[in-house]
């Protein structure tokens, strides 16, 4: 789960994970009667390594090269491996549920109907087609009478427009978002982030970097600009989709680098209602929060600071006529998905195939299951988890979260770079992490949304107003530490600094990730790294602005700083030398905190295994040793393809590593894997002791 705004979401691993037993019984032999693995006969497919290989040149090759080269990607897919082959599965159960219930239907106003007619009318691609472009005339009637500046920022900030915080579809860009989001320094209330935005491409390099494809990518967002811009019903598109990327690279020239927004204190301002507007004092904030419903806040949190009176000031030197044709394209971009299949289709063209590489767009009813996701995902989510989540994988998944938190807290009292003093803030914040399993203890109440048979768009837009709606009618209230931030059928996991909380939705918690019968060290590498991981962001660089109560402030000295930059300085550098194709790098520092997570996750998982065994040595299995086995339920993990285009994005624009640096990138730094491997000089991922990156 990633995004380019700045997420209270420190993690979305994006796709993770193992499975869990208790830690003596996983640690002994199976029994007869024991259910085997999914894989193999201790939780590991053997058959996916490529034994021609040595482990010190390229791990993730080992562990998954012969996977590698007998798999093709998808047509309809940018990547394929292990999280979004159970991400495949796990749709194949929704869409059960789902047709079942929109077959049944149900009484008017229940979760059911709400489920059934949203599907139903999103599938019905005849009917979408038949009534053309009349369900988006309303707003582009109102996007052509826009006449002043104070319109325009009226317009996109109307409910049904405004951003709710996590890219609704029906979202409108434009260069100032609002969006609300857990106060990140009195975590017990909400606020209003104010943040910049306003791009089509994924990053202001996009826009700025002469170099590889970027040209290219450009002239076709142009050609697509124009060709949306004439299915809106607009003339003289070509010269109008110039001007519009103009204006984009404008804004793009104002955007921070996208490393730098990953800085919580950077991005948190707060500023009374009169010191926002004096931000520009002639821009016309009052008319946008008016229509917002936010009359009456008398706060905000700014994020990019001083990036808000230069795009204030860009839209209001830039002529609305410009605004309207600039909000036409964002408008039918936006609500592309439930809008006539020439246009959904040219969407598609640029976004999945030109910018992602994806040949063919995904059948019809996964990206149904997708927006239920986003309109009515814990409707949906609970259905999903009475019928494929077995409560006994929610205790086994609670007791490896106790290992693991024991094995940080024994790694915490020997750490060097550590004070006495901060050692002892961060044993209160480890105890303090609250681990949320499957699914949450109450679910959302969804009866202020309305949902109409036959009517995709309407019900996509109410979605992105209901939403609105319910986010700002608590802003005076206590924050809902019980909410939860992902559905129940998301195959991924993440860290909330703000509740300090670590959140495992149920569909993570099954084979390959989560296997009751694997081998203990499997387990431990698998599912134990992903525990890890996420509870390892409460101490990374940006956890450590967080303290046990979310509260964001400073908790380690200046000197336990200035000690930890020096470690992971060397890991970001190490990471800056990764290269999938010449021109692009890993960005060290853009990725640093998810390389935090995966390194300390990895190690105190290791621990926790070997806490696990009780002091016994691990049997060997199949000729493979325990340590073996831990590092390959890592690596097989992180087993991936993903076209280049796809790739190319998620290193300019993202904050997770890819897939096989991910898997080198770590190992390389763990002492142990040395060891099992009988890595040594000479070998492609070896490192000198003195230059392995040690933090927990």
Sequence with gaps: MYTNRRLFVTSALTLFAAGCVSAPQAAAPLAPARPRPRFGSFGVDLASRD???????????????????????????????????????VQDSVKALVEETAAAGGAPGSNAQKVGDYYNAFMDVDAINARGMAPARAGLDAIAALRTHADVWSFVC????????????????????????????????????????????????????????????????????????????????ERKAQNILALETRIARLHWPVERRRDVVATYNKKTRAELIALNSRFPWAEGLSRAG??????????????????????????????????????????AQVLPANVDAENFAFFGTALNGQPEQRQRWKRAIEGLDNALGEAVGQAYVARHFPESSKS????????????????????TWMSEETKAAAREKLATFRPKIGYPDRWRDYSAYEVRAGDAFGNLQRSAAYEWRRQIGRLDQPTDRDEWY???????????????????????????????????????????SVIGHEMGHGFDDQGAKSDAHGVLRDWWSADDVTRFSALVDELAAQYD??????????????????????????????????????????????????????????????????????????????????????????????????????????DALYLAPEDRVHIW
């Design 51 to 89: 034994l021609s290989v040595r482990p010190g040149d390229d791990f993730n090759l080992y562990c998954s090269g012969s996977w590698m080269r007998a798999n093709e990607i998808p047509a309809d897919r940018a990547s394929w491996g292990t999280s979004p082959m159970l991400s495949a599965e």
């Design 158 to 237: 109307a409910p049904e427009n405004t951003s709710v915080g996590f890219g609704t579809p029906a979202t409108i860009n434009f260069p100032i978002q609002l969006f609300p989001l857990i106060d990140a320094r009195d975590p017990d209330k909400y606020c209003i982030i104010v943040t910049h935005a306003g791009l089509g491409l994924p990053d202001r390099d996009y826009y700025l970097r002469d170099d590889e494809q970027f040209p290219e990518l450009r002239s076709q967002y142009q050609a697509h600009i124009a060709r949306q811009l004439t299915n809106a019903g607009l003339s003289d598109g």
């Design 294 to 335: 936010l009359t009456d806040l008398g706060e905000y949190v700014v994020a990019e600071l001083d990036t808000m009176r230069p795009l204030s000031q860009l839209v209001l030197s830039t002529p609305v006529a410009q605004w309207r044709d600039y909000l036409t394209f964002q408008y039918i971009a936006a609500h």
């Design 396 to 415: 086994q998944m609670l007791e490896l979260v106790e290992n693991m938190r024991r094995a940080y807290g024994e790694r915490i009292n020997t750490l």
């Design 486 to 528: 992902m559905s129940t059928f998301t195959v991924n996991a993440y860290y909330n600094p703000s509740w300090n909380e670590i959140v495992f939705p149920a569909a993570i918690l099954q084979p390959p990730y989560f296997d009751p019968a694997a081998d203990a060290a499997v387990i431990y590498g698998g599912i134990g």
């Design 577 to 682: 030398t990764f290269s999938p194709f010449p021109g692009i790098h890993v960005n060290g520092r853009l990725t640093l905190g998810e390389n935090i997570g995966d390194l300390g996750g990895l190690e105190v998982a290791y621990q926790a295994y070997k806490i696990s065994l009780n002091g016994q040595e691990a049997p060997v299995l199949d000729g493979i040793t325990g340590d073996q086995r831990f590092f390959l339920g890592y690596g097989q993990g992180w087993k991936r393809l993903t076209r280049d285009a796809a790739l190319r994005n998620q290193i300019l624009s993202n904050p997770h590593s890819p897939a096989q640096y991910r898997v080198n990138g770590v190992v390389r730094n763990h002492d142990a894997w040395y060891a099992a491997f009988d890595v040594q000089p000479g």
